[in-house]
Nanobody, 125 residues
Framework: QVQLVESGGGSVQAGGSLRLSCAAS????????IAWFRQAPGKEREGVAS???????LYADSVKGRFTVSKDNTKNTADLQMNDLKPEDTGMYYC???????????????????WGQGTQVTVSS
């Protein structure tokens, strides 16, 4: 069983930055796919960014150029650096993982069996 624990959420004004971190209970360098999803109040959950075992990344159009996903296999952590935050970035952010390794989609939540508890990000205007 893979456990994921997010940290780094908080409140920030528009234009500010936050860095989310996800600590995994397994060695993610062995082929895990790590992604970040978010859910705003009253909205459906959406994929934000993902990184595969080759460190290829995918981003939702809404965050391209502002968010950067990375991972450190030696520490079993994955980070989401969020810059130029906007009020529409507000939501609960979840770190998710799958053993898929290569295929790390943002439009298919069902491929990720492992989910963290989430960390809240609030951006005020």
């Amino acid at each position: 069983q893979v456990q994921l624990v997010e940290s780094g959420g908080g409140s920030v004004q528009a234009g500010g930055s936050l860095r989310l971190s996800c600590a995994a209970s397994v060695y993610i360098g062995s082929g895990y796919c790590i992604a970040w999803f978010r859910q705003a109040p009253g909205k459906e959950r959406e994929g934000v960014a993902s990184i595969n075992k080759y460190e290829n990344t995918l981003y939702a159009d809404s965050v391209k150029g502002r968010f950067t996903v990375s991972k450190d296999n030696t520490k079993n952590t994955a980070d989401l650096q969020m810059n130029d935050l906007k009020p529409e970035d507000t939501g609960m952010y979840y770190c998710v993982a799958s053993a898929g390794g290569t295929f790390c989609p943002l439009l298919a939540q069902s491929v990720y069996p492992y989910w963290g508890q989430g960390t809240q990000v609030t951006v005020s205007s």
